[in-house]
């Protein structure tokens, strides 16, 4: 299961899409590798790929497209097709509970076609092992009947490429890692190519946004183009219901300090955390627990939401003896750290962690 799945539904800056995104972002995805913006060496890497199989009128190599939510991959696996003019199938690894479910699809590619498995590290076994085999002859075994009596009968696909997306990297099986061709590392956006993001989707949904208006939401959306284009939208409806629709800088920081989406893209939970660790344990270090029952939230929530955005920041880092601030913590909520001690005074730091780092 992906980490990413007990984030609250209800949160403005998760990478994860909701309802309105999707039925949104399929009008906002860029069509062609051109129009798609920033990740640079995946892109020149994947244009290479594309360009050669084009000239030799082959497949391409089976690709895998990782990295966190909401960078891109789903959005360069369609390019993916449209760059080869080839048509796409689309599925995903949950929804391949049983080897023969693959098999089905599988059988039914045209040649050329582009298999897109989202979540591919979510795939069955049984699926898996059929998949490898598909991947590297193009051919699976089909099974008829059960037991003793059970035979394989090999049938042949066409060519096809599949594409891989997955935001756990790591816990694909090596053999299956293996049998891509090529892997691209989706990695968080700059600021620059955010605003670039801003002022394309801003185009397609017709608002009226100048640069430092761009540059405002760019800098809160946390290097995911998914939060630049949702942060856009409710920095859209503020300028439209308070103001005449134009989006200065002025009014996206307004509108967004009314989402409670604070100037480096924390959010009201993460601001809680770093709070709680600053006021009330001097900065740490605090035991997970104990920091997470501080702020009435659950210690996984804590970890697995807020925690890894304050330190990819650099706001706070976790220490074999518990969280610890920052320097860039203090700094971010105004706060002036204690002089000489981390701890309060009169309190063991050992006290205070609860062991889990
Ligand atoms: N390089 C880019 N240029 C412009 N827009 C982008 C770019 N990358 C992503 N987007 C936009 O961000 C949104 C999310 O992208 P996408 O769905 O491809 O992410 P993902 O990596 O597949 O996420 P997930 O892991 O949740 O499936 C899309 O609406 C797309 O328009
Ligand atoms: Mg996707």
């Known amino acids: 299961m992906s980490p990413y799945e007990s984030e609250p539904v209800d949160r403005l800056v998760t990478a994860s899409a909701d309802g309105e995104d999707q039925a949104v972002e399929a009008a906002l995805r860029p069509r062609m590798l051109e129009e798609f913006i920033g990740q640079e060496r995946v892109r020149e890497q994947l244009s290479l790929v594309l360009q050669a199989a084009r000239q030799r009128g ?5 690709v895998l497209l990782s990295g966190p939510p909401g960078l891109g991959k789903t959005t ?27 098999a089905a699809i599988l059988s039914s590619l045209t040649e050329g076609e582009v298999l897109f498995l989202d979540e591919i590290h979510r795939m069955s076994r049984p699926a898996e092992e059929m998949l490898y085999m598909a991947m590297e002859d193009f051919r699976v075994d089909v099974i008829v ?3 003793p009596g059970a035979t394989a009968i090999p049938l042949e696909l066409p060519p096809f490429t599949l594409v891989g997306a997955t935001t756990r990297a790591g816990l694909l099986p090596p053999p299956l890692r293996d049998r891509f061709g090529f ?33 405002e939401i760019a800098g809160r959306s946390r290097g995911t ?23 200065t800088r002025e009014i996206a920081a307004r509108a967004l300090e009314v989402y409670e989406v604070d100037a480096r893209g924390l959010d009201r939970l993460d601001r809680a955390v770093l709070e709680a660790l600053l006021k009330l344990f001097g900065g740490g270090p605090v035991g997970l627990s104990t920091l997470a029952v501080a ?21 706070l880092a976790r ?20 002089q000489s001690t981390r701890a309060p005074r009169g309190a063991q730091p050992e006290l205070w962690a609860d062991g889990q780092a």
């Open 58 to 62: 082959a497949a391409p190599d089976h």
């Open 76 to 102: 360069l696996s369609m390019i993916i097709a449209a760059e080869l003019n080839a048509p796409i199938r689309i599925t995903s690894g949950p929804a391949i509970q049983h080897a023969g479910d693959l």
């Open 319 to 338: 220490t074999p003896r518990g969280r610890i601030a920052t320097a860039a913590a203090w700094q971010h909520l105004g706060l002036t750290p204690p």
């Open 225 to 247: 183009p998914r939060i630049a284009n949702r942060l856009l939208r409710r920095v859209r409806d503020f300028a439209q219901v308070r103001h005449d629709g134009l989006v």
């Open 145 to 147: 009947g059960k037991g």
């Open 183 to 215: 892997t691209g590392h989706m990695e968080f956006y700059a600021p620059a190519e955010l605003e670039r993001v801003v002022h394309r989707s801003a185009g397609l949904l017709d608002v009226e946004i100048d640069p430092a208006g761009a540059a």
């Open 295 to 315: 702020v009435g939230e659950e210690a996984e929530t804590v970890e697995e939401v807020a925690e890894p955005f304050l330190v990819r920041e650099g706001l």
